[in-house]
């Protein structure tokens, strides 16, 4: 138990806490305290460092607060605070201040190692985010918790204390193991990993009987060519589609979406569940679902030679993929055949309309039925299906485009794990024409289906959830356009939205398979808007669409159920829903998606440090992806795995932080690190438990000693040059290995 760090670190809080608030904050006790005059007041949410200071990160802004940690409050990770703004950024500091009031404290737990000594317990923290450790009651530990992961809430932490106190509410298995790792990650972000019984019981309890009444009702696609195109390892298949030929030739396309809410009702004790949930939560290593299994991978799940109730978006469209008209409301269908992305995109390389995608075939054991089921579509039906919808959707990309659709292609990696979930090798995704192919007629229907809410009922200004994505940041939009010069690229000086998406796509299209495409990309991205749910609309700038929602994947999305509801609700000629309560819902959702998707991240930083811990004293070729002021990212060569060299460690030189430019500069070699420069490095150090690779630089003649030596020779020659106009003699070059970073 590391108390010495509690007792320091309580000592720096107490020292000179602002209790005041009003124009100016107290900067010290006793006899002629100073006051500090407050330039602003904001509101935030705490980013903890492990040594003890914070950085508060204000909502709809650029820049964080940079807080001391004596003048914190008592404010920990992840709280809600009121901070008073001291004093401004400049060129190489954020800026600063002081916490006033504590919000809302944090009810996410951190996760620790369990230690009883004598009559004491302690949580020994194993986040960044921490630098206290927890004391718990002891009466309340059992013996063979002792050296256990456990979860822990704070529950008191204020002046006067040793050391926060807190309350255990999980223990979560042996430290290490792969369960116990995958549960603590859960849990720290406040995710479940498991439902409660009564959950699993009301699901269990849904007949799986379809009632004739209820097909009756619904428009009958079971006897039309259907199919599912998932990922080799899905289980919850939300979506289907369908093709047909009309008898006026042109086609009919059914993009067929699971029914759940026909399942789950308003208010019932899964729909709660789901709620809360918002979504299924993917990591590393498994699927974390929304819905029990029970609806997610069975009842609900689109699985082939299986009768299932469906939402349909429905379009008839020529060869050309021109739209005729749309129908929308609830049917029933019967897949005839379940595919890997990599099955259909074998279909489409034989049929000569896709260059070999290098995709590893897959084995599905029981894909294909032994004897098709009388009235099923054949095999052959089947592929000319795949053929046909590839072209329409090839039509409908190009469109997309056209019209002001960005397109960002950022390489993604999967962690391969075997069956213990120990990581066995980082590959990149292959995306190809199959992915397209689902992925232009899944935007079709969602925008189809905003569409028609909005434009087509006779309702004024219906309630309905949106997906919207605004549009972007200019003054980082411009950021980019002075970023792209250093690479002898121009953009444009308009702040039109879509001319600065053309000239985006322009640029992508220029920069790709180039050196610097990571890093304009990188630059790009950073310039969007977040993507979130709401009641009001105002058009996905990203996909160029006025009109966008979630439609097509209720069983892992619940923004996707409540339009399935809302649609289903105009359809009947309902009048307009409750805003309110939808807009609340549709924050909530936004939310939970963010922490979802922090939580995938912090798996996936946990099996790459788990990867790279036996390849420490490893050299790589990598390319900087970030720029800090306190150290360089790298990602290596090929596996991409980011880790960051540190400025503190570089030596021979003091590097300061330029913003601007995104890129440190040696004080006195002039030493530039660029983002996007190519470098070479050494694996470190790895921390698994707090999910941190170190690198260091290596000097080599191909890499950076070049730039070093070039650079260097050049500031030594003005520094000579200027020490003789003035008759002096050049000062001697002098070694300082500190650096900018507020570590």
Known sequence: MSKNRNNKSKREW??????????????????????????????????????????????????????????????LHGDKVRVAVTKLKDDNHKMEGEIVELLERSKKPYIGILQIIGRQAWVIVESKFMPYDIQVPAEDVKDEYQGLKVAVVVEQWRAGMDAPKGRIVDVLGEPGENNTEMHAILAEYGLPYKFEKEVEEAAAKIPVKIPKKEIDSRRDFRKVCTFTIDPADAKDFDDAISLQVLDNGNLEVGVHIADVTHYVKPGDIIDKEAIERATSVYLVDRTVPMLPEALSNNLCSLRPNEEKLTFSAVFEM??????????????????????????????????????????????????????????????????????????????????????????????????????????????????????????????LANKAVATYVTMGMRIKE???????????????????????????????????GREVAKELNLLLDKVKDKPECGAIEIIALRSMARAKYSTDNVGHYGLGFQYYTHFTSPIRRYPDMMVHRLLAHYLDKGKSADKKKYEELCKHSSEREQVATDAERSSIKYKLSEYMQDKIGNEYEGTISGVTEWGIYVEIEPTK???????????????????????????????????????KIKVSKVNIEQKLID??????????????????????????????????AAPKSKANTKSKARK
């Open 14 to 75: 107490q020292k000179g806490q602002a209790r005041g608030k009003g124009k100016s904050v107290s900067s010290k006790r006793g006899r002629g305290a100073g006051r500090k005059k407050v330039l602003e007041l904001l509101e935030g949410t705490v980013i903890m460092g492990r040594e003890g200071y914070a950085f508060i990160n204000i909502p709809d802004r650029d820049d964080d607060v940079f807080v001391p940690a004596k003048k914190l409050l008592g404010a």
């Open 318 to 443: 020529n060869h050309k993929a021109k739209l005729i008209k749309s129908w929308f409301g609830r049917t029933i269908i019967k897949s005839d055949r379940r595919f890997a992305y990599e099955e259909a995109q074998q279909i489409l390389e034989e049929a000569g309309l896709a260059e070999p995608s290098g995709m590893d075939p897959v084995n599905i054991p029981n894909n294909k039925p032994a004897r098709k089921p009388r009235g099923a579509a054949s095999e052959a039906q089947i592929k000319e299906a795949v053929i046909t919808l590839h072209k329409l959707a090839a039509i409908l990309r190009k469109q997309r485009f056209e019209s002001g659709s960005i397109s960002f292609e950022r390489p993604e990696m999967k962690v391969i794990v075997d069956a213990k979930g120990k990581p066995i090798d980082v590959r990149q995704k292959v995306t190809r024409e199959a992915n397209w192919l689902i992925e232009e007629f899944m935007l």
């Open 462 to 496: 219906p309630t309905f959830v949106y997906r919207i994505h605004e549009e972007p940041n200019y003054d980082k939009i411009q950021n980019l356009r002075d970023f792209v010069k250093h690479f002898g690229y121009t953009m444009g000086s308009t702040n039109n």
């Open 641 to 679: 795995v980011e880790g960051m060299v540190s400025l503190r460690d570089i030596k021979d030189d003091f590097f300061i932080f330029d913003e601007k430019n995104y890129c440190v500069i040696g004080k006195s070699s002039r030493v530039k690190f660029t983002l996007g420069d190519k470098v």
């Open 695 to 728: 690198y260091e630089l290596v000097w080599d003649p191909g890499y950076n000693k070049a730039k070093k030596r070039e650079t260097k020779g050049k500031a030594d020659a003005k520094s000579k040059a200027q020490a003789k106009a003035k008759g002096k």
